[in-house]
């Protein structure tokens, strides 16, 4: 069965301080695709990155960077010099190919205190 | 990606009543769904809005509570019937697009006295 995992319930951090949110899959598909998305509190889920299951480059977006890892199912997040804009809940979600349907972690809320 | 926006923003009703949510797409867009987000939860996936057919509704979710419409490629409702404060969330829409990633509307704040 298809798992997603956010042990991260919340997390504060001091602005200008690097964070990694961690996300851990199960999933018995070879073929899926990973997802991050920034909920602030407006409540509207902002996308952020897709990965497929067969490119394991990182990735780097600004300030953001995301480390995925077959070997240990883990897709995670870092915020590099985190900002207090960048307090939200950030969601993991995992999507068999083919789907469309997504099965989503319990999010991490993160805080950053100036 | 997609623009989408939802009606109403936010809204506050009384048990008993019903609540019908739009959710609008500036494109034509095959796959739409709509989902519940209980306070402080996660995000649940309600149904798949098919167009010209019923929708597909998930494991907890039956159409008599929660009747969806989409009429068209570029627009859905989602009705919240008989509401009971239990149906206090928020509400999302989203739209599927290249590969298999979700664009998701405003969203739908909804509280139930």
Redesign the interface.
């Known amino acids: 069965a298809q798992k997603v995992t956010q042990a991260q319930t919340e997390i504060s951090v001091v602005e200008k301080e690097d964070v990694t949110l961690d996300c851990v899959y199960e999933t018995r598909d070879t073929t899926y ?1 990973l ?1 991050w ?1 920034k909920q602030p509190p ?6 952020l990155i ?1 990965r ?1 299951s067969f490119d394991e480059q990182n990735e780097i977006s600004g300030r953001y960077s995301w480390n995925f890892q077959k070997s240990t199912s883990s897709f995670n997040f870092t915020i590099t010099a985190s900002q207090v804009v960048d307090s939200a809940v950030y ?1 993991c979600a995992l ?1 068999e ?6 099965i ?4 991490t809320r993160l805080k950053v205190l100036a | ?1 997609a623009v989408i926006s939802q009606k109403p923003s936010r809204d506050i009703c009384q048990r008993g009543t019903s609540l019908t949510i739009q959710c609008q797409v500036d494109s034509q867009v095959t ?1 739409m ?1 709509w989902y519940r987000q209980q306070p402080g ?5 309600i149904a ?1 809005a098919n167009q010209g057919s019923e929708a597909t509704y998930e494991s907890g979710f039956v159409i008599d509570k929660f009747p969806i419409s989409r009429p068209n490629l570029t627009f859905s409702t989602l009705t919240v019937s008989n509401m009971s404060p239990e149906d206090s969330s ?1 509400y ?1 829409c ?1 739209v ?1 697009q290249v ?9 739908t ?1 909804l509280l139930v006295l």
């Open positions: 695709y997802f998305y407006s409540g509207e889920l902002v996308f897709r497929n969601f999507s190919q083919g789907t469309y349907k997504y989503f972690g319990t999010g | 990606s796959m769904f939860q996660s995000l649940t996936l798949t928020i999302l989203s599927g590969k298999e990633t979700q664009y998701f509307g405003p969203g704040r």
